[in-house]
């Protein structure tokens, strides 16, 4: 967390400094995957307890962690920042995490699942309420 408030005052290349810390701290490296995961359980929760602006909070510290770990082009964590996002009828981020999903490798469908949405957002008319995908299990 502390690496990640540092973004929002240094003007350099946050990236090259988070991989010299991870470089010097190999420990903290490794437990980028532990933090992500707890994030995005964390998101979870909140979106099923209607807890969107929560959830969208977690979804993003998720995504911030989770650079350069096997949650960084996960469909389901942006497919689910949308679901959020829209249905605090924020339909212009909705539509930015939808699209994401297609940037991602397709799996259970999710490509499908994100064209659908980006339809019906585009409409700004929501027809019913998708249900959030929880990420498989491997």
């Excluded at 979106?47 to 995504?63: F, H, W």
Aim: glycine share 6%; proline share 4%; hydrophobic share 30%.
């Amino acid at each position: 967390e502390n690496l990640l408030m540092c973004a929002y005052t240094r003007k350099d290349d946050l990236k090259a400094g988070r991989d010299e810390v991870y470089e010097l701290f190999p420990r903290l490296a490794e437990r980028r995957n532990q933090l992500a995961g707890i994030h995005a359980e964390l998101a979870y929760s909140r979106m099923l307890s209607g807890d969107y602006g929560g959830a969208v909070s977690e979804y993003r510290t998720c995504c911030a962690i989770s650079v350069g770990t096997f949650l960084k082009e996960s469909p389901w964590i942006y497919y689910n920042t949308g679901l959020c996002e829209e249905r605090q009828r924020n339909y212009t981020a909705a539509e930015k995490y939808y699209r994401k999903v297609l940037d991602c490798e397709d799996y259970f469908d999710y490509h499908s699942l994100a064209r659908k949405s980006i339809e019906r957002v585009r409409t700004k008319n929501p027809s019913g309420h998708q249900k959030a995908c929880m990420r498989p299990h491997p």
